[in-house]
């Protein structure tokens, strides 16, 4: 719903990379095998990423981001249930909230191996992680990448920054249709409408037209060494219940905000539409760095600013093991 509105989704293999090389390995979810990726095995840290979309995968951030990380940690990433090569379902229900928080508690179970978890969510992923934090078990630290936590104003910004885009370019039915959408309460239908009216827009908003690498490079990339398109993006199950859980699951109170008590560092490009300049965090004690020049992707447009931010703050506040 944030990330997948901006292009495709990839379909991809879990890669373990290990002294520059790459194999494929398996990652246990709660109901089975879940495609990923592994940096750094044995750091004295587990940074866990969970990937943006619904629908999108964890390709670009583990091509760029993730290798930066592991002078401080171990690096595992994963596509959630659903999305790039990890199974699709067969029924919305296995895509819920609970499914997906199961998936994560897996993951970490496994992997932590007594070492401090730091939980890496961008986008719909961060709403994941601060989910995860408030409803099933502390970690020792959480980094959110352009994460908007209150879903109905970030997606209502959004439909009315293309309905702005869509009247400056003479589109005068999209623009009235996005009109009508604003100020919906169903983000389904919010979501809908920018699909039907407006499906280039978004993808323009949170990707600037100097980013680099541009979504088509990093769709590229993934076919150069060996990945074929997925199709998850237009997977009507995924949809349904991502909608699902967005209008019932993803609504956490300020009460519940407030009760994050771990480290938080959340990173911002000051150019996501999400993100208005002077906007205060929704979490009490978060450390805000925003990255000048940069869209909703800062971890793949900025990684060795998003890197050296990151490491910054786990080594301040995450005792290694």
């Given at each position: ?188 239908e919010q979501v809908r409408a920018l699909l039907m009216w407006a499906p280039a827009c978004p ?91 940069v869209g909703h992707h800062a971890y793949r447009e900025a990684p060795k600013t998003f890197a ?14």
């Amino acid at each position: 719903m944030l990330v997948f509105l901006t292009g495709a989704a990839l379909a991809l293999y879990w890669v373990s990379w290990r002294s520059g090389r790459t194999t494929r390995a398996a990652l246990h979810g709660a109901r089975g095998e879940l495609c990923g990726y592994r940096f750094g095995r044995g750091g004295p840290r587990l940074f866990l990423y969970l990937h943006g979309g619904p629908g999108y995968n964890a390709f670009d951030f583990s091509a760029f981001a993730a290798p930066r990380l592991i002078s401080a940690g171990e690096v595992v990433a994963f596509d959630q249930r659903g999305c790039g090569c990890s199974p699709r379902g067969r029924s919305s229900r296995e895509f819920d909230l609970a499914s997906q928080l199961d998936d994560i508690d897996r993951i970490v179970q496994e992997e932590a191996r007594g070492r401090p978890v730091v939980l890496i969510g961008h986008s719909y992923g961060g709403l994941l992680a601060v989910e995860y934090v408030v409803r099933r078990r502390q970690v020792s630290a959480l980094v959110l990448v352009d994460a908007p936590l209150d879903l109905t104003t970030a997606i209502r910004r959004l439909v009315e920054a293309c309905r702005q885009r869509s009247a400056e370019r003479g589109n005068t039915g999209a623009a009235e249709a996005l009109g009508r959408a604003v100020p919906l309460r169903s983000l389904r239908e919010q979501v809908r409408a920018l699909l039907m009216w407006a499906p280039a827009c978004p993808g323009e908003l949170l990707v600037p037209p100097n980013a680099h690498p541009t979504e088509q490079e990093v769709i590229e990339m993934a076919k150069r060494a060996g990945y074929t398109d997925g199709d998850t993006l237009n997977d009507g199950l995924l949809f349904e219940a991502a909608m699902d859980s967005a209008e019932r699951d993803l609504r956490l109170s300020p009460h519940e905000l407030a009760s994050v008590s771990v480290p938080v560092l959340e990173i911002v490009g000051d150019l996501d539409p999400y993100f208005p300049a002077g906007e205060r965090s929704d979490l009490p004690h978060a450390n805000v760095v925003r990255i000048p020049g940069v869209g909703h992707h800062a971890y793949r447009e900025a990684p060795k600013t998003f890197a050296e931010e990151v490491v910054r703050f786990v080594e301040e506040h995450v005792s290694a093991r």
